[in-house]
């Protein structure tokens, strides 16, 4: 039973075309993020949402698009993709309960063309 | 805003030796965690550090955490080949906003 599973596990896509990534996490966790990591493995935060309040934007282009429909769904729409946009991304959770732990899902690996 | 550094990026190690991968960080950090990742796949969590002088273990790896030198440390005993994999360091920028290290990539060599 995964605890934060994301679909798809991979998207190969041309370039100006729109995508979605989808989150679930099944831990009852409040707060939910998105991550992407480069081909270098350098990790970077782009948003998170805490009860479906988005909390952390980092300065990421406004093509990308969360969407948070309730506690346990975290969605990424991606519009226009570009060839930088290539990466996975990842989505996790956490609770102050459990030490801010982040538990993250298994990847989505984005490759524009 | 915090600044999260490991050291080495990269280590090859003979299987049985020691070693240590030191994480850096910039700024006061309520916690600091330790991840791992292995190839292809996605990162579990290793240890959460709480507190100055806090030290946790699990097997062959003992984290530390040294709040003063804004240093944590994680130290690798008699490694083996399965603990090959890439470890991040992480703190906290402010609540929910985690900032991981470059990462340590280590290959255990038989």
């Known amino acids: 039973d995964t605890a934060v599973s994301q679909t798809p596990k991979y998207l190969v896509t041309q370039m100006g075309n729109d995508k979605s990534i989808k989150c679930e996490q099944n831990?009852?966790?409040?707060?939910m993020y998105w991550y992407k990591q480069d081909s270098k493995k350098f990790l970077k935060i782009m948003f998170s949402?805490?009860?479906?309040?988005?909390?952390i934007n980092e300065t990421v282009p406004n093509r990308f698009s969360p969407k948070s429909p309730d506690k346990a769904h975290l969605n990424l729409h991606i519009n226009s993709l570009e060839l930088g946009d290539s990466a996975v991304y990842f989505c996790?959770?956490?609770?102050?309960?459990?030490?801010?732990?982040?538990?993250f899902g298994a990847g989505t690996r984005l490759s524009v063309l | 805003e915090l600044k999260v550094e490991q050291n080495p990026l990269f280590l090859s190690m003979q299987e049985g030796k020691n070693y240590t991968i030191y994480c850096n960080y910039s700024?006061?950090?309520?916690?600091l965690y330790w991840y791992r990742q292995d190839p292809g796949k996605s990162l579990e969590s290793l240890f959460v550090?709480?507190?100055?002088?806090a030290v946790k273990q699990e097997g062959r790896l003992m984290a530390s955490l040294d709040t003063k030198a804004r240093l944590s440390t994680l130290h690798i005993t008699a490694a083996v080949h399965d603990l090959s994999a890439t470890y991040f360091c992480?703190?906290?920028?402010?609540?929910?906003?985690?900032?991981f290290g470059t990462g340590t990539r280590l290959k255990v060599l038989a």
């Open positions: 700024t006061t950090s309520d916690r």
């Open positions: 949402y805490n009860n479906k309040e988005l909390i």
């Open positions: 996790a959770s956490s609770q102050e309960t459990d030490l801010y732990l982040v538990y």
């Open positions: 550090l709480l507190s100055n002088g």
């Open positions: 831990l009852g966790h409040d707060t």
């Open positions: 992480a703190g906290e920028s402010g609540t929910y906003k985690y900032i």
